[in-house]
């Protein structure tokens, strides 16, 4: 870029937006999938955008219009500033510091961006929602004056609100630990898609949209939606409220592009982490040393470096909370609605459980540094149970909280102690069969993209996981018997005595399944070790 292109009025705007349509026509030319891809998200946003502007057109002269237009831009706004924490590879124009040694000032470069960023699928779709929302709601003359500014504030309200959030966490973003929310962006969706279900379901119980209208009033004075609340004002001839509502956007806007301003200066005026001497976060980084929580010796150090993989490993921080949301999301979301039963608590027994499940998967090829301390079915035995002891300071106390959570949701306490045996009985089966299943099927976790089986080993993965599961189904029978014959025989007074039992069970099993393991973990180390090296 030269310096006179750079001086000349309106130059950078006009670049951004000519680097931006260069990246898309590149990035499609360079390979089909991912051509195809792009083609047929936008057919499916395209047909998505279309139906729900058909939708927002129907509801025209609907007494609950309002209400329902402020929560869709309510909602499309939070979309824009979530999607760049968990999706920042999806646009490499997200990224500042690219630009940050072009000889551009701060305020023409937000400029040239903020037009850039109306180029794609994402603002199409809003463009789309706000022209539905605006066609609902404005009735007269002076409602369709204001609709137009009203639509241009909430597509560049959106659209400032994802940069701004980009520009603040773009170091967060390029580093190891935003890679691990885009490798937890699936679990936000899929909660997010069981909270739309519960909220239609709630909707639907509640007898029509008379629900939305308390938090559609809030929703319509902060924007984006105040803009589309504007028209619906403006509309009721309340004009002294609508221009309020404009305003409030207004104000909002300008907020977020001196947010994104001060942002880039930050970015492209301070050092970061590779232009710092070594020496200099030396000195708050921590010393290595054992927790007082953990025992000593080797059983201590395989706990810890356990623990410091779910904490900082992306595949098994993203397994680990997959399985803790699920886990509580199922029992409490069908008791909130009112179709689910107290056994559904196991549910998080269960899904925590399947973590016991490829133990030395999850080490990779580091799994040669683990093997070299194992000599013999004594030293397999401290390892395996070590790796259970570390799994059971989250589980055990995360499995009694949802099933407590579940029981008063519910409200049927005295079922608790038989449910809270019965899942200690899973747990300890799982457990069981886990580490058996570790020691016999292993597999390797790739580290790399979204996959959890390396090509040529899904096989072993379905064996190892679904076959486990179906011996500790059998391995539980006995405790799943006993609790049948007490409500049979009409002794529910003494479910009481499955706490104890199915704790007990769940323990004594738990031992004996990583007594049969340890041996064949043993003799098995050079096949564990090819087995999980691979990819």
């Given at each position: 870029?030269?310096?006179?292109?750079?001086?000349a009025p309106?130059?950078?705007t006009?670049?951004l937006?000519?680097l931006?349509?260069?990246?898309?026509?590149n990035?499609?030319?360079?390979?089909s999938?991912?051509?195809?891809?792009?083609?047929?998200?936008?057919?499916?946003?395209?047909?998505?955008?279309?139906?729900?502007?058909l939708?927002l057109?129907?509801l025209r002269?609907?007494?609950h219009?309002a209400?329902?237009?402020?929560?869709?831009?309510?909602v499309l706004?939070l979309?824009?500033a979530?999607?760049?924490?968990?999706?920042?590879?999806?646009?490499?124009?997200?990224?500042?510091?690219?630009l940050?040694?072009?000889?551009?000032?701060?305020r023409?470069?937000?400029?040239g961006?903020?037009?850039?960023?109306?180029?794609?699928?994402?603002?199409?779709?809003t463009?789309?929602l706000?022209?539905g929302?605006?066609?609902?709601?404005?009735?007269?003359?002076a409602?369709?004056?204001?609709?137009?500014?009203?639509?241009?504030?909430?597509l560049?309200?959106?659209?400032a609100l994802?940069?701004?959030v980009?520009?603040?966490n773009?170091r967060?973003?390029?580093?190891?630990?935003g890679?691990d929310?885009?490798?937890?962006?699936g679990l936000?969706?899929?909660v997010?898609?069981q909270v739309?279900n519960f909220?239609a379901?709630?909707?639907g119980s509640a007898g029509?949209?008379?629900?939305?209208?308390?938090?559609?009033?809030v929703?319509?004075w902060?924007?984006?939606?105040?803009a589309i609340?504007?028209?619906?004002?403006?509309s009721?001839?309340?004009?002294v409220?609508g221009?309020?509502?404009?305003?409030?956007?207004?104000?909002?806007l300008?907020?977020?592009?001196?947010?994104w301003?001060?942002?880039l200066?930050?970015?492209?005026?301070?050092?970061?982490?590779?232009?710092?001497?070594?020496a200099?976060?030396?000195?708050?980084?921590?010393?290595?040393?054992g927790?007082?929580?953990?025992p000593?010796?080797?059983?201590g150090?395989?706990?810890e470096?356990?623990?410091?993989y779910?904490?900082?490993?992306?595949?098994?921080?993203?397994?680990?909370?997959?399985?803790?949301a699920i886990g509580?999301?199922?029992?409490?979301f069908?008791?909130?609605?009112?179709?689910?039963?107290?056994?559904f608590?196991?549910?998080?027994?269960?899904?925590?459980g399947?973590?016991m499940?490829n133990?030395?998967?999850?080490?990779?090829?580091?799994?040669?540094m683990v093997?070299?301390?194992?000599s013999?079915?004594?030293?397999?035995?401290?390892?395996?149970?070590?790796?259970?002891?570390?799994?059971?300071?989250?589980?055990?106390?995360?499995?009694?909280?949802?099933t407590?959570?579940?029981?008063?949701?519910l409200?049927?306490w005295?079922?608790?102690p038989?449910v809270?045996?019965?899942?200690?009985?899973?747990?300890?089966?799982?457990?069981?069969?886990?580490?058996?299943?570790?020691?016999?099927f292993?597999?390797?976790?790739p580290?790399?993209?979204?996959?959890?089986?390396?090509?040529?080993?899904a096989?072993?993965?379905?064996?190892?996981?679904f076959g486990?599961?179906v011996?500790?189904?059998?391995?539980?029978a006995?405790?799943i018997a006993?609790?049948?014959?007490?409500?049979?025989?009409?002794?529910?007074?003494?479910?009481?005595?499955?706490?104890?039992?199915?704790?007990?069970?769940?323990?004594l099993?738990?031992l004996a399944?990583?007594?049969l393991?340890?041996?064949?973990?043993a003799?098995?180390?050079?096949?564990?070790?090819?087995?999980?090296s691979?990819?």
């Amino acid at each position: 870029m030269t310096g006179d292109a750079v001086r000349a009025p309106g130059a950078p705007t006009a670049t951004l937006v000519r680097l931006k349509l260069a990246l898309l026509r590149n990035g499609l030319r360079a390979s089909s999938g991912r051509r195809a891809a792009y083609v047929t998200s936008l057919v499916f946003v395209l047909l998505f955008a279309a139906l729900q502007l058909l939708g927002l057109i129907a509801l025209r002269g609907n007494a609950h219009a309002a209400a329902v237009c402020a929560i869709l831009v309510a909602v499309l706004g939070l979309g824009w500033a979530v999607m760049p924490l968990f999706l920042p590879s999806g646009d490499e124009t997200l990224d500042p510091t690219r630009l940050a040694m072009l000889p551009l000032r701060p305020r023409p470069l937000v400029r040239g961006l903020l037009v850039a960023s109306l180029v794609g699928i994402g603002p199409l779709f809003t463009l789309c929602l706000a022209v539905g929302a605006v066609i609902s709601l404005a009735h007269g003359t002076a409602a369709y004056v204001v609709a137009v500014p009203a639509v241009a504030l909430t597509l560049l309200t959106c659209v400032a609100l994802a940069r701004a959030v980009a520009a603040v966490n773009i170091r967060l973003l390029t580093s190891r630990k935003g890679r691990d929310l885009a490798v937890l962006s699936g679990l936000v969706i899929a909660v997010g898609a069981q909270v739309v279900n519960f909220g239609a379901r709630k909707l639907g119980s509640a007898g029509g949209l008379d629900a939305l209208d308390p938090a559609g009033d809030v929703l319509a004075w902060i924007p984006p939606s105040s803009a589309i609340g504007a028209v619906d004002s403006v509309s009721r001839g309340e004009y002294v409220a609508g221009a309020a509502r404009l305003a409030l956007c207004v104000l909002a806007l300008a907020g977020l592009l001196y947010a994104w301003q001060r942002a880039l200066t930050r970015l492209m005026t301070s050092p970061d982490g590779s232009t710092l001497q070594a020496a200099e976060p030396a000195r708050g980084r921590r010393t290595t040393g054992g927790s007082r929580l953990l025992p000593d010796g080797r059983t201590g150090t395989v706990m810890e470096r356990a623990l410091r993989y779910v904490w900082r490993d992306p595949k098994t921080k993203a397994a680990w909370v997959t399985s803790l949301a699920i886990g509580l999301i199922v029992p409490v979301f069908n008791a909130l609605q009112g179709t689910g039963s107290i056994y559904f608590a196991c549910f998080a027994a269960g899904m925590l459980g399947i973590q016991m499940y490829n133990q030395f998967g999850q080490d990779t090829s580091a799994f040669w540094m683990v093997a070299m301390t194992i000599s013999s079915p004594r030293d397999a035995y401290a390892e395996l149970r070590a790796r259970a002891l570390a799994l059971l300071m989250i589980t055990l106390p995360y499995a009694t909280l949802v099933t407590v959570v579940t029981t008063a949701i519910l409200g049927d306490w005295r079922a608790l102690p038989e449910v809270l045996g019965l899942s200690f009985a899973l747990l300890g089966a799982m457990l069981a069969t886990g580490a058996w299943s570790s020691a016999r099927f292993p597999y390797s976790i790739p580290q790399e993209g979204y996959k959890n089986v390396v090509p040529g080993q899904a096989g072993l993965a379905w064996i190892s996981i679904f076959g486990g599961m179906v011996a500790a189904a059998l391995l539980c029978a006995p405790v799943i018997a006993f609790t049948i014959w007490l409500h049979v025989s009409a002794t529910t007074s003494a479910t009481w005595v499955l706490l104890p039992l199915g704790a007990g069970y769940g323990g004594l099993v738990t031992l004996a399944g990583l007594r049969l393991a340890a041996p064949r973990t043993a003799s098995r180390l050079p096949e564990i070790l090819a087995a999980v090296s691979k990819g």
